[in-house]
């Protein structure tokens, strides 16, 4: 598929269930905020009293970690579901109720991961964001599948898809500068578009990787 017809297909998945989306992006926003905000304040608060501020660290480490990371599993989830129109609110807390332990560890490596690249370099560290970027997905379809298999699956289905997972965030560029302009009011509206473009662009990988052998059956739902 072209980058033209991702977008295509992520507008027309989200014809008549747009607002709906934008609604779960906003809760997940707000949830996400909130866990954000509480390492903030206890922080704020060590700091006043004369305190050394890591509380306030880990609590945001450990919000991230345990919170903020299924969440955006369950998020791909409903934009998964989106595609084929079978999209539940209470996808969000699927990560939560399947598979809880799979999802902590395996999003918890891929972020260690990528900083350990990005340690070396800035392009290395892109690079391999780019080859795990179908875990979070995999985790949100199968979070039964084995932490190494995962990352496996993600690393050689992308391997040819990298650059264009680039192009396609890339092309909504006109996008992101009306978005700075409205002062980030822009980026609320712009997230469903983004988020769907992204899952169809994923689906897209998923289909070529089970033709290529790379997904084996059972692994992946295929519809």
Known sequence: MTL?????????ALTGKYWGAL???LLVSLIVG????????????????GLNGVTGTVIAIVGAVFVT???????????IKSIKEKREVNDLAYPFQNGFSRTVTTMLLETVYVML?????????IVKSYSYYMVDYILAENPQ??????????????DGYKMRAFLLQL???GYYILSIITFGIGFVFLAPYLSMAMTVFYDDVKK????RGIIQPGELPEE
């Open 69 to 79: 990371n299924p969440l955006i599993v369950g998020l791909n989830r409903y934009f």
């Open 208 to 211: 070529s990787a089970i033709e």
């Open 117 to 125: 690249w990005s340690l070396l370099f800035i392009i290395p560290g």
């Open 145 to 158: 599948l084995e932490t190494e298999r995962i990352f496996e699956i993600s690393k050689k289905a992308m």
């Open 171 to 173: 092309s909504f560029i």
């Open 4 to 12: 033209k017809e991702y977008r295509a297909k992520a507008r027309e």
């Open 34 to 49: 909130i866990v954000s905000g509480i390492g903030t304040l206890f922080e704020t608060i060590a700091k006043n009293n």
């Open 23 to 25: 609604a779960v992006c």
